[in-house]
């Protein structure tokens, strides 16, 4: 796999790990001598990366933290869904969600939904953006999700987990995809960046 390849599946996979509720399966995977064969670019994200690596990843104190942050009892720490945060009346399903469904039906996107919850969920656009990403055709929809989706919100919602949470996983993964999404606008030349890496550069 090439450079642009490793990164869309680095972002997929920690999409998913803050999609799914943790499996103890999935977790075993993520054992120290899989973080240290991670694919590393910048020293940012080679930070995030030793981080978990050095961390005792313990099943209970991950489950409890996804929980307290995204499930409650009670309200919800972080919220993943697009429309509670910009719409002017902070619900579930609301036109955010509708914008959304509706670009990913005009492109002919299919969302990959464990459940019947919104798909604006935070992860399940960054899964997208990076499903695109792979292929080179699609990077003017990944711009586009970037610019409207991406931009308003995710960052927010990135930087509020990277506050809550109590694990070094969660609080890793955040600060990855926030250094994942800035190459991936450095690439494409999308947002404030301050340096543009035009494609075979």
């Known amino acids: 796999m090439n450079e642009q390849q490793d990164l869309a599946l680095a972002l997929k996979t920690v999409a998913q790990l803050f999609y799914q509720y943790p499996r103890a399966e999935l977790l075993s995977l993520m054992s120290a001598a899989v973080w240290q064969e991670w694919p590393t670019y910048r020293s940012k994200d080679k930070c995030c990366v030793a981080a ?3 961390s005792e990843l313990d099943f209970e104190q991950i489950c409890a ?16 869904w697009s429309s509670v945060h910009l719409d002017e009346e902070p619900l579930l399903f ?12 005009r492109h002919g ?4 939904q464990s459940s019947n919850e919104p798909s604006d969920h935070f992860a399940l656009i960054l899964w ?10 699609k990077h003017d929809l990944c711009t586009e999700i970037i610019t409207r989706f991406y931009l308003p919100w995710i960052p927010m919602v990135l930087s509020e987990i990277e506050k809550q949470a109590q694990t070094v996983l969660y609080r890793e993964l955040a600060k990855l995809v926030l250094h994942y999404v800035t190459m991936i606008q450095t690439h494409l030349c ?12």
């Open 52 to 54: 978990i690596a050095a």
């Open 65 to 80: 933290d996804y929980t307290r942050m995204f499930i409650g009892p009670g309200k919800k720490l972080v919220y993943p």
């Open 94 to 105: 609301g036109e955010s969600t509708q914008h959304w469904e509706h670009f990913c039906r």
């Open 109 to 112: 996107i299919a969302i990959a």
């Open 128 to 137: 997208v953006l990076a499903e695109l990403y792979e292929n080179t055709s």
């Open 190 to 201: 999308v947002g404030e960046t301050t340096e543009c890496v035009l494609e075979g550069a």
